[in-house]
T-cell receptor, first 113, second 110 residues
Framework: ETGVTQTPRHLVMGMTNKKSLKCEQH?????MYWYKQSAKKPLELMFV???????ENNSVPSRFSPECPNSSHLFLHLHTLQPEDSALYLC????????????FGEGSRLTVL | AQRVTQPEKLLSVFKGAPVELKCNYS??????LFWYVQYSRQRLQLLLR??SRESIKGFTADLNKGETSFHLKKPFAQEEDSAMYYC????????????FGGGTRLMVKP
C-alpha cells in the first residue's frame, strides 16, 4: 500500500484504558508528525520526529506518548485520557526540511468515554 | 510567534461565481505559505504553495507581504470545489514547522 496509513480508523476507549494509534508511511520520507484535529480548534501539532528523533512536542500532556521505531512507523500511545481528548488524530510525513509539504493519513477518530 | 487566521468559517457561493477564501498571517520573518484542502471523506492534502506560483484546479493565491495575506481565489466556482480549506504557514523561526489556520468550509451551490 502506498501513502500514509493509519490504524485503527476509529477507537472508543474508557479513561482508564491504554491503547495505541499506529501510522505507517510508504513514501520514503524521513520526518513524521502527529496532529490533533478537534471541532473547535485549528489543527494542532503534537509531535514531530525527524530522522527518528523527536524534535517538537509542543507541551503535549504526558498521557500522550509517541514512539518512532524507524522512519516508516510512528505510534501514539494513549493512557488515562480525558473526554476532551476525543478528536481526530492525523499522522503526516514529509521529506526532512520540507515540513510545509505534508502528506496526511486519513486519521484515527478517537472517542474517550 | 506565528499565527494564521481564516476569518470565515463558512463561505457559500453559487456555481460559476468567483470565490475568495481569506487568509491572514503574522510572522516576523519570511514565511512560506500553503493552502491545504480536505474534500468530503478524503484526507487532507496540499493544494498549492506560494513559492510555486502555480494554478491548481483553477485556484491561485498571491502572497501579499504588505497586507500579510495569502487569499485563495478562483474566478468560477464548481460544485466539486466544495471542501474544507486550510491556510498554513511555515517559517524558519519555528523550525519550519507548519502552523494551520482554523479552516474555511466552502459550499458551492448548484
Amino acid at each position: 500500500e502506498t501513502g500514509v496509513t493509519q490504524t485503527p480508523r476509529h477507537l472508543v476507549m474508557g479513561m482508564t484504558n491504554k491503547k495505541s494509534l499506529k501510522c505507517e508511511q510508504h513514501l520514503g520520507h524521513n520526518a513524521m508528525y502527529w496532529y490533533k484535529q478537534s471541532a473547535k480548534k485549528p489543527l494542532e501539532l503534537m509531535f514531530v520526529y525527524s530522522l527518528e528523533e523527536r524534535v517538537e512536542n509542543n507541551s503535549v500532556p504526558s498521557r500522550f506518548s509517541p514512539e518512532c521505531p524507524n522512519s516508516s512507523h510512528l505510534f501514539l500511545h494513549l493512557h488515562t485520557l480525558q473526554p476532551e481528548d476525543s478528536a481526530l488524530y492525523l499522522c503526516a510525513s514529509s521529506h526532512d526540511g520540507r515540513a510545509g509539504e505534508l502528506f496526511f493519513g486519513e486519521g484515527s477518530r478517537l472517542t474517550v468515554l | 510567534a506565528q499565527r494564521v487566521t481564516q476569518p470565515e468559517k463558512l463561505l457559500s457561493v453559487f456555481k460559476g461565481a468567483p470565490v475568495e477564501l481569506k487568509c491572514n498571517y503574522s510572522y516576523s520573518g519570511s514565511p512560506e505559505l500553503f493552502w491545504y484542502v480536505q474534500y468530503s471523506r478524503q484526507r487532507l492534502q496540499l493544494l498549492l504553495r506560494h513559492i510555486s506560483r502555480e494554478s491548481i484546479k483553477g485556484f491561485t493565491a498571491d502572497l501579499n507581504k504588505g497586507e500579510t495575506s495569502f487569499h485563495l481565489k478562483k474566478p468560477f466556482a464548481q460544485e466539486e470545489d466544495s471542501a474544507m480549506y486550510y491556510c498554513a504557514l511555515s517559517g524558519t523561526a519555528a523550525g519550519n514547522m507548519l502552523t494551520f489556520g482554523g479552516g474555511t468550509r466552502l459550499m458551492v451551490k448548484p
